[in-house]
């Protein structure tokens, strides 16, 4: 039953998705929002799929997750599995099985705490079977790289998407005890890392809590590290940041600037803090303003290819190019570039971030392309080049580019098993990510509970409504969710800039706003708050339930 659904999804994705295109002019506004549930629901389908075969997985001890069964190791690293499996498997068990959410999913933390806690609440890898830590002795380097890919790439967008849960408070007590266990004296104070990569994720995630708490710890470390980069390693290293830096000797560890993942995460980082530090009319924004800004042309002078897409790295001594294979996560370091562009409104900014937009779009080998430059970053390579694209588009609409966005997702959607599993290591976790953000676009970031897998939701923009499709096989009745502007809720952001791991917004709800609700012939008005904890809808035996949803003009509300 599950594959006849999927493989017949596939079948109208390749034979309507010219009718996919999200606000299509000429095309049916219902049967668009049709079609997109018809593809929302085949990336449910599959993301379930994945969180059902890793259930399978989980050790029978510690109850945790294995890093890699394709690759023989068991074990949970926190680098991979705490940090690129189990949160995205949190948000697949949320949406589509709520007693995995409720269960396995809370079990795993708690076991994540119990078991992988070694320096006050920072964590370190552990073996199978109750064994205890895979290393015998703690390296503070290693449990502080370990813990700030934890805390960006999965404590972070869980708490993008579901606001303060215990997986917030995770990432608050880890964040705390690396500024506490910081282990480098500079001049500039104590610092995590000579990492680019650390201290760019770092630096990500305390410019959020600096948003949502105004905790003037996040933000002295957060500066700490701004100054290090800005008055210390990009002066000295060729108007580059170094990928690791000896701070004994002011120099760089290895002569290599990394435009893709690994590397890439320190302007984005440097780029949201500047951004705070502005918004906020922090004193020192006007220190670092010029330096953010020469660091994104030294960036744009010397790592575009001819295409204006980055190429994987260079050598900030010369600036030779050191691998010219295009970088695959091309929308992380652009998050930068977009996010420079909000700080100073220099032109080349934005424009460089349309050009690659429209590359990708003109060039969809950029993100299909797994026999070309891409070879050897399986299914995660598809996964950061589609959310680069999710996410701007999201900013920058582009009817053509929705177009290519859904062949390539139809065609990612496919590398999954039978079994459920796509590549058999942590990386099947960022093809739940990939899935979850494509359905939300699908959805408008609508979505119903209880989640069944004959339940079809698509909704389309139509001007200033919300056009929503609703279908089952069988009957079905229970709440629609609507989604609602998070980064003012769960992070006190004044404005939705681009950023890695943020789940995109699109038709969202301010909970103290009047809608007007239309079902059929039916008219209500409810308030935002009760959309977002949602509406009771139904529908009937193979039928179709279409809702129309828009914004009471107002406030004031009342009339004569």
């Given at each position: 039953m599950i594959w006849r659904i999927i493989f017949s999804s596939i079948f109208v994705l390749l034979i309507w998705s010219d009718q996919l295109i999200a606000g299509n002019k000429g095309s049916d506004t219902v049967e668009v929002a049709r079609l997109n549930g018809i593809a929302a629901q085949e990336a449910l389908i599959r993301s379930r799929r994945v969180l059902q075969a890793y259930l399978k997985r989980m050790d029978p001890i510690t109850r945790l997750l294995p890093d890699s069964k394709g690759r023989g190791r068991m074990m949970w690293t926190v680098s991979n599995s705490a940090a690129d499996l189990y949160p995205f498997l949190v948000m697949a068990a949320y949406y589509t099985d709520r007693s995995a959410y409720d269960e396995e999913m809370q079990e795993?933390?708690?076991?994540?705490?119990?078991?992988?806690?070694?320096?006050?609440?920072?964590?370190?890898?552990?073996?199978?079977?109750?064994?205890?830590?895979?290393?015998?002795?703690?390296?503070?380097?290693?449990?502080?790289?370990?813990?700030?890919?934890?805390?960006?790439?999965?404590?972070?967008?869980l708490t993008e998407l579901f606001g303060r849960t215990a997986w917030y408070h995770r990432m608050v007590g880890i964040v705390d005890d690396i500024i506490v266990y910081a282990p480098y004296e500079s001049r500039f104070g104590r610092l995590p890392s000579m990492s680019s990569e650390v201290n760019g994720e770092l630096l990500q995630v305390l410019s959020r809590l600096a948003y949502q708490t105004g905790?003037?710890?996040?933000?002295?470390?957060?500066?700490?590290?701004?100054?290090?980069?800005?008055?210390?390693?990009?002066?000295?290293?060729?108007?580059?940041?170094?990928?690791?830096?000896?701070?004994?000797?002011?120099?760089?560890?290895?002569?290599?600037?990394?435009?893709?993942?690994?590397?890439?995460?320190?302007?984005?980082?440097?780029?949201?803090?500047v951004l705070y530090l502005?918004?906020?009319?922090?004193?020192?924004?006007?220190?670092?303003?010029?330096?953010?800004?020469?660091?994104?042309?030294?960036?744009?002078?010397?790592?575009?290819?001819?295409?204006?897409?980055?190429?994987?790295?260079?050598?900030?001594?010369?600036?030779?190019?050191?691998?010219?294979?295009?970088?695959?996560?091309?929308?992380?370091?652009?998050?930068?570039?977009?996010t420079t562009y909000l700080i100073t409104q220099e032109e080349r900014f934005l424009s460089a971030t349309r050009r690659a937009l429209k590359v990708v779009t003109d060039k969809p080998t950029y993100l299909d392309d797994p026999a070309g430059s891409n070879r050897g970053y399986g299914s995660?390579?598809?996964?950061?080049?589609?959310?680069?694209?999710?996410?701007?588009?999201?900013?920058?609409?582009?009817?053509?580019?929705?177009?290519?966005?859904?062949?390539?997702?139809?065609?990612?959607?496919?590398?999954?098993?039978?079994?459920?599993?796509?590549?058999?290591?942590?990386?099947?976790?960022?093809?739940?990510?990939?899935?979850?953000m494509y359905a939300f676009m699908k959805s408008q970031g609508t979505w119903v509970e209880p989640w069944r897998e004959d339940v079809r939701l698509g909704a389309v923009r139509e001007r200033t409504q919300l056009v929503i499709a609703v279908e089952s096989d069988e009957p079905w009745h229970g709440c629609l969710h609507f989604d609602y502007p998070r980064h003012k809720v769960h992070f006190n952001m004044p404005i939705n800039y681009t950023r890695l791991n943020e789940y995109p917004e699109w038709f969202t709800v301010e909970p103290e706003r009047l809608y007007q609700i239309l079902i059929g012939q039916a008219k209500y008005i409810r308030l935002g708050g009760e959309l977002i904890r949602g509406i009771r809808i139904k529908t009937a035996n193979k039928g179709?339930?279409?809702?129309?949803v828009s914004s009471l003009p107002g406030p004031p509300y009342g009339t004569k």
């Amino acid at each position: 039953m599950i594959w006849r659904i999927i493989f017949s999804s596939i079948f109208v994705l390749l034979i309507w998705s010219d009718q996919l295109i999200a606000g299509n002019k000429g095309s049916d506004t219902v049967e668009v929002a049709r079609l997109n549930g018809i593809a929302a629901q085949e990336a449910l389908i599959r993301s379930r799929r994945v969180l059902q075969a890793y259930l399978k997985r989980m050790d029978p001890i510690t109850r945790l997750l294995p890093d890699s069964k394709g690759r023989g190791r068991m074990m949970w690293t926190v680098s991979n599995s705490a940090a690129d499996l189990y949160p995205f498997l949190v948000m697949a068990a949320y949406y589509t099985d709520r007693s995995a959410y409720d269960e396995e999913m809370q079990e795993i933390l708690r076991n994540d705490i119990r078991y992988s806690t070694r320096v006050g609440w920072l964590s370190d890898d552990v073996l199978p079977g109750g064994k205890g830590f895979r290393h015998a002795k703690p390296d503070l380097n290693r449990i502080i790289f370990g813990s700030c890919e934890y805390v960006k790439d999965g404590l972070l967008p869980l708490t993008e998407l579901f606001g303060r849960t215990a997986w917030y408070h995770r990432m608050v007590g880890i964040v705390d005890d690396i500024i506490v266990y910081a282990p480098y004296e500079s001049r500039f104070g104590r610092l995590p890392s000579m990492s680019s990569e650390v201290n760019g994720e770092l630096l990500q995630v305390l410019s959020r809590l600096a948003y949502q708490t105004g905790d003037q710890r996040y933000i002295d470390q957060a500066i700490r590290i701004a100054e290090f980069y800005f008055d210390g390693v990009i002066p000295g290293n060729n108007g580059l940041p170094a990928h690791k830096w000896n701070l004994a000797d002011g120099k760089q560890v290895t002569d290599i600037f990394r435009f893709s993942d690994h590397g890439n995460e320190i302007a984005g980082g440097l780029s949201e803090i500047v951004l705070y530090l502005k918004l906020t009319g922090h004193p020192r924004y006007e220190k670092f303003k010029k330096p953010m800004s020469d660091l994104i042309h030294t960036l744009l002078d010397v790592g575009l290819n001819d295409d204006g897409l980055w190429y994987s790295s260079v050598a900030p001594s010369n600036h030779k190019i050191l691998d010219k294979r295009h970088a695959h996560c091309w929308g992380y370091m652009f998050n930068a570039v977009y996010t420079t562009y909000l700080i100073t409104q220099e032109e080349r900014f934005l424009s460089a971030t349309r050009r690659a937009l429209k590359v990708v779009t003109d060039k969809p080998t950029y993100l299909d392309d797994p026999a070309g430059s891409n070879r050897g970053y399986g299914s995660n390579a598809y996964s950061d080049a589609i959310e680069s694209a999710i996410v701007f588009l999201n900013r920058l609409p582009n009817d053509h580019m929705f177009h290519v966005l859904d062949k390539c997702v139809a065609r990612f959607l496919r590398r999954q098993r039978p079994d459920g599993i796509i590549e058999d290591w942590y990386g099947d976790g960022n093809y739940v990510r990939t899935a979850l953000m494509y359905a939300f676009m699908k959805s408008q970031g609508t979505w119903v509970e209880p989640w069944r897998e004959d339940v079809r939701l698509g909704a389309v923009r139509e001007r200033t409504q919300l056009v929503i499709a609703v279908e089952s096989d069988e009957p079905w009745h229970g709440c629609l969710h609507f989604d609602y502007p998070r980064h003012k809720v769960h992070f006190n952001m004044p404005i939705n800039y681009t950023r890695l791991n943020e789940y995109p917004e699109w038709f969202t709800v301010e909970p103290e706003r009047l809608y007007q609700i239309l079902i059929g012939q039916a008219k209500y008005i409810r308030l935002g708050g009760e959309l977002i904890r949602g509406i009771r809808i139904k529908t009937a035996n193979k039928g179709r339930l279409v809702i129309r949803v828009s914004s009471l003009p107002g406030p004031p509300y009342g009339t004569k």
